[in-house]
């Protein structure tokens, strides 16, 4: 890929986008307990996703993708719900316009989204290794 950031392609130096781009746009919702990431994706992205350090579930509330990750390729079409498991990293290709639910555990009721991002995720599986393996 590149390690500059072009119309084909958005990064955020070695940390996970959070902002809006011209490809994907997210909504952050708090409710006691519980941290709510929505994301949208335009038709024909390609997003790689972060290793998630817990389990959880998510929902596609609109659209199509394509979601490979070590455990084979799925296409998915909305609605639908799924979880997924810690430790997994995805790829998901939105062949039309999509819009994805995460709902992450919260328990200690934290509004900033990097202390959220820190306990929910690793930017690799290299991080995700040194998590487990200190926890």
């Known amino acids: 890929m590149?390690?500059?950031s072009t119309s084909l392609l958005s990064?955020?130096?070695?940390?996970?986008?959070?902002?809006?781009t011209e490809y994907v746009s997210f909504e952050h919702e708090f409710v006691p307990?519980?941290?709510?990431?929505?994301?949208?994706i335009k038709k024909e992205c390609l997003v790689i996703s972060v290793v998630h350090k817990r389990d959880h579930a998510w929902?596609?509330?609109?659209?199509?993708?394509t979601v490979v990750s070590e455990d084979g390729e799925q296409d998915y079409e909305a609605p639908y719900l799924g979880f997924s498991k810690s430790g997994i990293q995805r790829v998901i290709y939105?062949?039309?316009e999509s819009v994805f639910q995460n709902v992450f555990k919260n328990p200690k009721d934290?509004?900033?989204?990097?202390?959220?991002?820190?306990?929910n995720?690793?930017?690799?599986?290299e991080k995700y290794t040194e998590y487990v393996?200190?926890?």
């Open 2 to 4: 590149s390690k500059n």
């Open 59 to 65: 929902f596609l509330l609109k659209g199509y993708v």
């Open 133 to 135: 393996n200190n926890k």
């Open 33 to 40: 307990g519980i941290y709510l990431r929505r994301m949208s």
């Open 94 to 96: 939105a062949h039309e």
């Open 121 to 125: 995720c690793c930017i690799n599986k």
């Open 110 to 119: 934290i509004k900033d989204i990097d202390l959220l991002q820190d306990y």
């Open 11 to 20: 990064h955020n130096n070695g940390k996970v986008i959070r902002e809006d």
